[in-house]
């Protein structure tokens, strides 16, 4: 019999009641024959607060018994900014190997966007996670003083650009439109550029049915806000993708729909699936919050596990109700009550 | 007596086109007791390809000579992607330390917006010219094998943060809002992040009036989109500069009638000039390019020289005939013959 022993990380905020939602819907989906056990673990703020830690040894190797983790949100404003960052998500991340960063945009009917005419985007952002400006090479001299000299690395390798082009590649082959755009800088961050620009030239020889182009970055957000019809697949570097998925995600109906996930298509460490938006302080509590983005991550999660038939069972509910919602004001659980009788059908 | 000694680089594709109805509003606008001496350099592909040369020690030596540059655009597909860009564009930036680069976002009574609802646009982008990650400092090992290595070096330092930090500051004292925001992404790259946050910090003290947020550059985005209104001046780094101004223009009435100045504040060196939009070659020579952008650039040049009234001339005039433009085709040459004919009023 199959069974699905999933980590589960609420975190902060509003992390809480979109979480339980998303358990609410994946319990509701799953065939009955599959053993679903679950692992809530309490890392955010409140343990940091207590403890000093943010994610220690035994933590990862208590997380890395798990098929997958869902998380709702990590962060706080009491906690100094980027301490959480990077001693949590992107050390799961790097600790994981999560090199494909999945972002999907769609903007779904009957969804707001504060672009003009309703326009027609369904595309998905496959960012490297693991490389890029992320990876803390840097450092700083006379810091503090009016002569500081601060840097930042970059680290790109041909083994991580070519493993996450070669997967973006997958993805657009498996789409009807089969089209991919690679997103840099190519013309100013010259080696990096030369790097990615020559492996996805390189790649692109074995998918002879993907059609490929390339787009600065700084273009890209205009064609996302003038042309988002324009893409299909794209693939690009960890701080590129940061920018242009957020950018992404608010002309396609907001972060409260956008879902991700942190994958490492290997599965030799668990992947990790998140909504897009953060904790929001502001909002917890309330049952204020839209649990859709935590929905929908959860069927990315189970799309990474196999159970495509139930990923696309969520995807439909969500647009579904999406599409009925109109002006209507529901609680995070109403929705997350919804969601769960629409997938159980 | 007065005087301007202009250098003009028309430069490639609608550059030419844009850059003489630049002029032509220059001469409408100046006051007779001013002479307006120019000297046209052919910098570009045209020249790239006859020469191999890009920008020679003596063409900097002449540039020196002059006030001000006013550049149309430079780039064609027919030169290597970053050849041109490099060695001219980013080349005069560093030698000449325009390390202001002022890019203003406006949207104005009847300007299209691919977004709903026509929102108030008005904010400046005070975007670092001469460092971060377009320093150049990078390279790469075992290049074009399956065990390349490329990095890309992000430089920052206390001098180049704060003068532009002050700069910033300074603009948002003498507007009318006076609201500064830091964009940057400190919670990942903490090193150049800690030291942008700290000198912002340490600067806002000197400028009480000023009120200061602070926004990651993924999140910045989002605002752009759905809340450009909260922005009065931005200051950020080159790389997120880049990015964001982009969006920015393309929000707030398109590449059309974005300007910008790549401004070296100390008169050491000329500050140059230019619209957002590059060569365009697609309607290169087809009198199709609105020559708006170039003209707000020339009125940057003026303020930027002292003619602050000749200045707000040209953006009046730029402004009320976008208004009354409607859907009116007319050629790169006619809307230059009507902005002349405002400005001279
Ligand atoms: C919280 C932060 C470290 C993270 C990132 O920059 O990757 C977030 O913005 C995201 O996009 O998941
Ligand atoms: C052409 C390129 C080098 C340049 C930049 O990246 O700065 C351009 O995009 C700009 O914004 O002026």
Same mark, same amino acid.
């Given at each position: 019999?199959?069974? &699905?022993?999933?980590? *589960?990380?609420?975190?902060?905020?509003?992390?809480?009641?979109?979480?339980?939602?998303?358990?609410?819907?994946?319990?509701?989906?799953?065939?009955?024959?599959?053993?679903?056990?679950?692992?809530?673990?309490?890392?955010?703020?409140?343990?940091?607060? !207590?403890?000093?830690?943010?994610?220690?040894?035994?933590?990862?190797?208590?997380?890395?018994?798990?098929?997958? &983790?869902?998380?709702?949100?990590?962060?706080?404003?009491?906690?100094?900014?980027?301490?959480?960052?990077?001693?949590?998500?992107?050390?799961?991340?790097?600790?994981?190997?999560?090199?494909?960063?999945?972002?999907?945009?769609?903007?779904?009917?009957?969804?707001?966007?504060?672009?003009?005419?309703?326009?027609?985007?369904?595309?998905?952002?496959?960012?490297?996670?693991?490389?890029?400006?992320?990876?803390?090479?840097?450092?700083?001299?006379?810091?503090?003083?009016?002569?500081?000299?601060?840097?930042?690395?970059?680290?790109?390798?041909?083994?991580?650009?070519?493993?996450?082009?070669?997967?973006?590649?997958?993805?657009?082959?498996?789409?009807?439109?089969?089209?991919?755009?690679?997103?840099?800088?190519?013309?100013?961050?010259?080696?990096?550029?030369?790097?990615?620009?020559?492996?996805?030239?390189?790649?692109?020889?074995?998918?002879?049915?993907?059609?490929?182009?390339?787009?600065?970055?700084?273009?890209?957000?205009?064609?996302? *806000?003038?042309?988002?019809?324009?893409?299909?697949? &794209?693939?690009?570097?960890?701080?590129?993708?940061?920018?242009?998925?957020?950018?992404?995600?608010?002309?396609?109906?907001?972060?409260?729909?956008?879902?991700?996930?942190?994958?490492?298509?290997?599965?030799?460490?668990?992947?990790?699936?998140?909504?897009?938006?953060?904790?929001?302080?502001?909002?917890?509590?309330?049952?204020?919050?839209?649990?859709?983005?935590?929905?929908?991550?959860?069927?990315?999660?189970?799309?990474?596990?196999?159970?495509?038939?139930?990923?696309?069972? &969520?995807?439909?509910?969500?647009?579904?109700?999406?599409?009925?919602?109109?002006?209507?004001?529901?609680?995070?659980?109403?929705?997350?009550? !919804?969601?769960?009788?629409? *997938?159980?059908?």
């Amino acid at each position: 019999s199959r069974s &699905i022993n999933l980590a *589960v990380i609420p975190g902060d905020g509003i992390g809480q009641e979109v979480v339980a939602q998303g358990l609410k819907v994946l319990n509701a989906v799953l065939p009955q024959d599959v053993k679903l056990e679950t692992k809530e673990f309490d890392f955010g703020a409140k343990r940091y607060h !207590a403890t000093g830690e943010t994610l220690t040894d035994a933590d990862v190797e208590e997380l890395k018994q798990h098929d997958a &983790i869902l998380l709702g949100a990590i962060g706080d404003p009491s906690v100094p900014s980027g301490v959480l960052e990077r001693g949590f998500l992107l050390k799961l991340r790097f600790l994981f190997d999560h090199h494909v960063n999945l972002r999907p945009s769609k903007l779904l009917p009957g969804v707001a966007t504060p672009l003009k005419g309703q326009p027609e985007i369904d595309f998905i952002v496959v960012r490297e996670g693991t490389e890029g400006p992320y990876t803390g090479n840097g450092g700083s001299i006379r810091t503090g003083t009016p002569h500081e000299v601060a840097t930042e690395v970059s680290v790109n390798t041909a083994f991580g650009v070519e493993r996450v082009v070669r997967d973006a590649f997958a993805r657009a082959q498996a789409r009807p439109r089969k089209k991919l755009t690679l997103v840099h800088k190519n013309n100013v961050l010259a080696y990096a550029g030369h790097l990615w620009t020559n492996v996805f030239n390189q790649v692109a020889k074995e998918f002879p049915e993907v059609t490929t182009d390339y787009i600065h970055v700084d273009a890209a957000t205009i064609y996302l *806000v003038t042309d988002p019809g324009r893409f299909d697949v &794209i693939v690009t570097d960890n701080l590129f993708g940061d920018i242009i998925t957020d950018l992404a995600a608010a002309v396609s109906g907001g972060i409260g729909v956008a879902a991700s996930g942190n994958i490492n298509p290997s599965r030799e460490f668990p992947s990790m699936f998140e909504p897009v938006h953060g904790s929001a302080p502001d909002i917890a509590g309330q049952g204020k919050a839209d649990p859709s983005a935590t929905v929908l991550s959860v069927g990315l999660l189970l799309r990474h596990l196999g159970y495509e038939a139930e990923a696309a069972r &969520i995807e439909e509910a969500v647009s579904a109700d999406l599409a009925e919602r109109g002006e209507t004001v529901r609680s995070t659980e109403q929705i997350g009550d !919804a969601l769960a009788v629409r *997938v159980a059908r």
